[in-house]
């Protein structure tokens, strides 16, 4: 059974940064790519970035790119989502989620999923 953790998120001021992780485990994960996806109350879940099995492929929703580096250890299956200039409208819950193929952008096609990290940004 796949389990993703995350950790890292927080309380942050505006123009601050923060670092989350997400490590996966239950198999392994070779073909996989690993996204970040974040909701805000009474909003849907988005798409924030991705990255492909081999970390050459990332791809990022307009509103963070410039902003916000996702990368990834494949000896840990491990993911990174490194937020800096952080806005009010970056906070919501951030999830971590695998999917088996390449990177695609809506949150159905992505089969497994993590608990979910608060960031919260204050201005």
């Known amino acids: 059974q796949v389990q993703l953790v995350e950790s890292g998120g927080g309380l942050v001021q505006s123009g601050g940064s923060l670092r989350l992780s997400c490590t996966a485990s239950?198999?392994?994960?070779?073909?996989?790519?690993m996204g970040w996806f974040r909701q805000a109350p009474g909003k849907e879940r988005e798409f924030v970035a991705a990255i492909g099995w081999n970390g050459g492929n990332t791809y990022y929703e307009d509103s963070v790119r410039g902003r916000f580096t996702i990368s990834r250890d494949k000896t840990e299956n491990t993911v990174y989502l490194r937020m800096k200039t952080l806005e009010s409208e970056d906070t919501a819950v951030y999830y971590c989620a695998v999917r088996y193929g390449s990177i695609v952008v809506p949150w159905s096609l992505y089969k497994s999923w993590g608990q979910g990290t608060q960031v919260t940004v204050s201005s």
């Open positions: 239950g198999r392994t994960f070779s073909g996989d790519t």
